[in-house]
């Protein structure tokens, strides 16, 4: 369904429209969260498709590693805080492969990660005329088959069997060579953002510091907010420039317990992971980075300060971890009607529900069902106000009165619906001023 932003009420197809808009101020539940996504260069795995990895999978086969190998590090660190991580695999690599007579083995799918299997053929222990065929992963035996003809071998979930005639395997044993990951170019990760589109998710991540790359994901985030109506966020390094709510820059990484270094660029995976975690009614400022002890580089305090209001997300060491100094995004061009509310995670992350949940709302129970008369209007007013107050009872909204804060009424067109809010979100409380006097 069609959703974005609108200027006039000349919208052509069904959906819903929506402008944010402050109430002229100073510059100064909702549905499940939790998904975010990323494309990496990797080992293993199937090239050129969104993978569906929840927190608790075994990935072994589908990325080649357990996910406790180093490989895996950004995998680990987003499955810290992400409920679900929609990978897609950047390179395809090339195929290792081995030859045992005239059996040829060749790994399912490319990657340095081929090399480390091995076939061996071995005679069956209890029929002369049968054959084991073994595939092993760095020694450990992954899948036997017990064959007369090799023929008769059947592809696994690691390596894919091709034979020479009708002929019996030849007992030997070969190691896969030749795999490689190939690199990874810029239209790689044109790819990976046409086919997560189609997606839902609350986050991206960009584990990258190449300048062109900042700037396609930005716009293709201003475009999925702006014009699709689909409320994302990406996590960038060193990109304030950006100056928008929907893209949030991390200034420098953190140190983890076993001395692991993660610099601005791997950062962005947690940030990415902890924000989509993040409920309406959550920040993460002051929240620690899972298992880290320190940032990668200090900064000072006017440094510090001055990164905040460039819009930037900085870590600093607090007593033997490391913390989210403030929850902001790269928002800084500040009007009277968008004010400085806007920069802030918390507040995004309540607007950004309401938008996704009422556009589900709609095309789930309205949408081409209910008419659009005085009956159906108070039907949907009463389903947006009951919505709201759930917000106001979980504190991602306050101060909310139903009688005066949504409105909906008949819209330009027989089909179409005006509606009307004014929320106030909940920020959390990040400064104290307080003022003591002594007797």
Not at 108 to 122: A, E, M, P, T
Not at 194 to 199: N, S, T
Not at 291 to 310: F, H, K, M, P
Request: charge should be neutral; glycine fraction near 8%.
């Amino acid at each position: 369904m069609a959703g974005g932003t609108w200027t006039t009420q000349n919208k052509v197809r069904p959906g819903v429209y929506i402008n944010f808009e402050g109430e002229g101020k100073p510059a100064g539940t909702a549905g499940d969260r939790g998904i975010m996504t990323m494309a990496l260069p990797l080992g293993w795995g199937e090239a050129k498709k969104v993978l569906t990895i929840n927190a608790g999978d075994d990935v072994k086969t589908m990325l080649g590693y357990d996910i406790t190998a180093p490989q895996l590090l950004l995998v680990r660190e987003a499955l810290k805080r992400a409920k679900t991580v929609l990978l897609y695999r950047l390179n395809a690599g090339t195929k290792a492969e081995a030859k045992v007579g005239a059996l040829t083995v060749t790994a399912k799918h490319g990657g340095v990660r081929g090399n480390d299997l091995s076939v061996v053929v071995q005679a069956n222990i209890d029929d002369s005329k049968k054959f084991d065929v073994k595939t092993l992963l760095a020694g450990q035996v992954l899948d036997i088959q017990t064959v007369v003809d090799i023929n008769e071998l059947k592809a696994n979930d690691w390596v894919e069997f091709y034979g020479k005639g009708d002929s019996s395997p030849t007992t030997a044993g070969a190691s896969l060579t030749s795999g490689a990951d190939g690199t990874v170019t810029n239209q790689d990760h044109t790819d990976y953002l046409a086919a997560i589109e189609v997606f839902d998710f609350q986050t991206m991540a960009l584990a990258s510091g190449d300048a062109t790359l900042k700037s396609v994901y930005t716009a293709f985030v201003k475009r999925l907010r702006d014009t699709e109506g689909k409320k994302v966020q990406a996590v960038l390094e060193n990109y304030p420039a950006a100056d928008f709510e929907g893209i949030i820059s991390v200034k420098n990484g953190v140190v983890l317990t076993d001395g692991t270094v993660l610099d601005a660029v791997k950062a962005t995976v947690w940030v990415a992971a902890a924000t989509a975690g993040a409920q309406v009614n959550q920040s993460l400022t002051y929240q620690a980075y899972d298992d880290a002890v320190d940032a990668d580089i200090r900064y000072t305090n006017s440094q510090i300060e001055s990164a905040l209001r460039g819009g930037e997300v900085v870590f600093v060491q607090n007593k033997g971890r490391a913390i989210v100094e403030q929850d902001l995004n790269t928002f800084k061009s500040f009007l009277p009607t968008k004010g400085k509310a806007f920069s802030k995670n918390r507040v995004i992350r309540a607007l950004d529900g309401i938008a996704n949940d009422i556009k589900r709302i709609f095309e789930t129970f309205y949408i081409g069902k209910v008419n659009n008369d005085h009956d159906g209007r108070n039907l949907l007013w009463n389903e947006v106000v009951t919505y709201l107050r759930t917000l106001q009872a979980n504190a991602a909204i306050q101060n909310f009165n139903s009688q005066t804060d949504v409105k909906v009424i008949q819209g330009q067109d027989v089909d179409s619906v005006y509606v009307e809010l004014h929320i106030q979100p909940v920020d959390s409380i990040e400064k104290i001023y307080m003022k003591v006097t002594v007797k």
